[in-house]
């Protein structure tokens, strides 16, 4: 199962860049990294992937370390509707996916 | 596209009953998984299926069955419900590489 770290609370002014980090130092060489956020009771929703390069998509930015052990997730110009829990994790043996318990990023005017 | 369709949405059991829980995707994926969620906790994997005719145990596997006749469904059986599975249960679906798309969840409670 996925092993990852990820601060449980953080703040953001509404504007300002958001940058969520996480570690994952168990996680093998050819597993992409991913991040979900969940809004209140809703469905997860994916974010972004990524192997080893830097991702970006209309949502947010991944970066990954050179060695792979942790990840940061970046939301350019944070919303309050971004106001969510923020899931990191990987595909472990047969793809199976598991959380941890996140980080709750709360955006404030 | 329908996406992830999951009914009922909402279901109230007595203890002892079974029932099952609907889970139907329209994107071809491979991969589908059910996922529980207690209040103000993380998701938690019960079973998860790596195509047709192949299902396997997550983290929290008892009281659970599963099966995988299609490509398409993912139906979730509640043996012999308890109190302890109310819940919020989430079914999701992905290719190979990528990522899950989830379900809007059925919330379940048993009295």
């Known amino acids: 199962d996925a092993k990852t770290t990820q601060p449980p609370s953080m703040d953001c002014a509404e504007g300002r860049a958001a940058n969520l980090p996480c570690n994952h130092s168990?996680?093998?060489?050819?597993?992409?990294v991913y991040w979900y956020r969940q809004i209140h009771s809703q469905g997860p929703q994916y974010i972004i992937h990524?192997?080893?390069n830097n991702e970006t998509n209309e949502m947010a930015s991944l970066i990954i370390t050179e060695d792979r052990k942790s990840s940061t997730l970046i939301l350019p110009h944070a919303t309050l509707r971004d106001t969510a829990v923020y899931y990191c994790?990987?595909?472990?043996?047969?793809?199976?996916?598991?959380f941890g318990t996140g980080t709750r990023l709360q955006v404030t005017l | 596209n329908a996406g992830v369709t999951q009914t009922p949405k909402f279901q109230v059991l007595k203890t002892g009953q079974s029932m099952t829980l609907q889970c139907a995707q329209d994107?071809?994926?491979?991969?589908m998984s059910w996922y529980r969620q207690d209040p103000g906790m993380g998701l938690r994997l019960i079973h998860y299926?790596?195509?047709?005719?192949?299902?396997d145990q997550g983290e929290v596997p008892n009281g659970y069955n599963v099966s995988r006749s299609t490509t398409e469904d993912f139906p979730l059986r509640l043996l012999s419900a308890a109190p302890s599975q109310t819940s919020v249960y989430f079914c999701?679906?992905?290719?190979?590489?990528?990522?899950?798309?989830f379900g809007s969840g059925t919330r379940l409670t048993v009295v």
């Open positions: 994790t990987y595909r472990g043996t047969a793809s199976k996916l598991t």
């Open positions: 994107m071809n994926h491979e991969y």
């Open positions: 990524g192997l080893k």
């Open positions: 168990t996680i093998s060489g050819n597993e992409y």
């Open positions: 299926s790596v195509g047709a005719g192949i299902t």
């Open positions: 999701a679906s992905s290719e190979r590489e990528g990522g899950y798309t």
